[in-house]
């Protein structure tokens, strides 16, 4: 104890969660959707390689209405009402060759989406992130050639003013849990 | 446009960068690791699937010089350096088995490490990620078994207070560049 104050969780950390029900009046203004994409745009990668790219769609514009096409039924009942519907692409592989674009493809995509849903929490947005969509129906959609991959998807948006104060209330409370810390610690001092 | 504010990129983000230099005298709390820890903690994974753990070291601790052991030459001249070296693991496989854990195990990882990023430069601290060890020697050293990998590591501390007060003055600015955002973006409405 050095007698300073502990340190605590950052807030826009301690209070994410991945809701399943958005407003579905809520509307993102050109400069919210550009400051996502900057954050994401500037995460880090292996050896600088930023191996992402991404499909953007708002509620009601054609962008969504192409993705919302190829959800899967369990996603295709709430990502809808997101006001923004981004599909995560990864560099896979150097074109025209079957050699890995980067080691780290799939790892960076994922810290570059981290980037975008710690923005989002800047903004007083929630994001939920899902794999329940058809990834190669998406691909051919918006013509992704096969050295990348359609990874992931993010639906962006607002939660209902009545959302739970608590983490504890929300309707998934398993996705509330975590490992102890001492058992993510693989050897200790 | 509707009167707000522009929106900006947070201030966490915006000012994040990768050290190669850092505070040889500074330390950190043990409250200070275990929040960086919990940080990661955290982080959204596919299912909750948690494919995480984190082998960590305090430089001139036990953990830490077995690690520097097994560091590149190249790592080797500064990430002993940082206050806290994390080898940030994944779990690839389900044990005794060649199925994958999680299909997003290095995905997850990536946003664990993205959030305890955030979490040190919230501190007042910087990371600096790398490859350039010797993945098999770790493993070996922590007995680390093989459906879990070592996947990349992680340097955190304070920069010294010389540090440069813009990004242009860094001395790597190649990792201070991206591609243009409309450069990521795959479709637009």
Redesign the interface.
Known sequence: M?G?P?????P???S?W?PTTFDTEHEL?D??V??L????????S?G?S?P???????RG???QH?LVRHLARSSSAWAPTASLLV?N?AHRYVEGTDWEYS??S??????A???M???AQ??GLSVR?F?AFDRSAVAEE?D?PVNWEV??MAAIGRVPSVRPDSVAEVADP??R???A?H???????
């Open positions: 050095n300073l502990e340190p605590a969780l950052h826009l950390l301690s994410r991945s203004s400069a919210q550009e400051v994409l900057e954050a994401a745009r500037w995460a880090p292996a600088n930023q992402w790219a991404f499909i953007v769609g708002r514009d054609l962008v192409r599909a692409l080691e780290f799939h790892y960076d995509l994922g810290q989406v981290a980037h849903t710690f923005q800047a903004l992130q794999r918006f992704v990874t992931t398993p996705s849990q975590r490992r810390l058992e993510l610690l693989w050897a200790t001092a």
